[in-house]
């Protein structure tokens, strides 16, 4: 459905803001895409609608080249930006026929279902600048949605939001992905660990991780070692599947692990093997936060496709 091949993007000379990015999402689902603030996942998001060029690489929105079958691949794409636009002295109905004409199409077959889907029914006849922004989110989503595009692209789009508004949001952002491809720009871990199918995860302007989320999960753990004496970090890093290790106290360390390499079983035939003495040996799963945490921080490296 979309397909990146070697991508870059600079804004200035010398200063490349995307550097050889490729992936490919393939199915209906929902997926994250994250990166801190400056790791280009709003430009990334604007050269797959079109918006931008890239300097070098090919897009493919389904079987459209956005080189040169940009209009046809537009047709099948839904974008709502991080800065929502709207027009506020219209009516959520009123937009809603414009936005679809801009699409060449009549409105009256789709406006009461797009109005449904994205709970506005009630809404229809009320002028946008009367709404709370949780309402015109949904506005925004509705007009990327009013052509029925098969893939649909959002940024941002729980920014700003009370709690309660974030939760409608994303059960509308899961419902969709049921019958559509969604790239989800977020900056909130459990928001992804909520409602994503898929993972990708940006940082300076490269691919660093593209797997499911439940993959990355079963691939990151977290174990809790404590010893009758001190064991040296390049000791631990020797081992397989470890790939960091804190200190943190007295013969006391956190290591950071693949489980499909090692896991207590083969801790403790390690530390008999060295004659050390465990006072604690302790499993616990990672978060997505904090695998984000050690990819953007502390360079720990994950395969980028699980």
Known sequence: MIQVENVNYAYLPNQMVLQDLSFSIQKHGVTGFLGLNGAGKSTTLKLLVGYLQPLAGNIFIDQFNL?????????????????????????????????????????????????????????????????????????????????????????????????????????????????????????????????????LLLHQGKLRLQSSVQALLQHAMLLYVETDKPVIEAVFLALDGVKKVDMLGANTYRLYVNPAQINRQKIALWAKSQALVLYRLQEETQSIESIFQEITQNQVHYSPAL
């Open 67 to 199: 080189r040169h079958a940009q209009k046809q691949a537009q047709q099948i794409l839904g974008y709502l930006p991080e800065h929502n636009p709207l027009y506020l002295d219209l009516r959520v109905g009123e937009y809603l026929q414009f936005v679809a004409k801009t699409y060449q199409m009549n409105a009256k077959g789709v406006l009461d279902k797009t109005l449904e889907l994205v709970g506005l029914s009630a809404k229809k006849h009320q002028k946008i600048e009367t709404l709370s922004k949780g309402y015109r989110q949904r506005v925004g989503l509705a007009a990327a949605l009013i052509h029925e595009p098969k893939i649909l692209i959002l940024d941002e789009p729980t920014t700003g939001l009370d709690p309660v508004q974030i939760l409608e949001i994303r059960s509308l952002i899961q419902e969709l992905g049921k019958t559509r491809t969604v790239l989800l720009s977020t900056h909130l871990m459990q928001e992804v660990q909520a409602i994503c199918d898929d993972v």
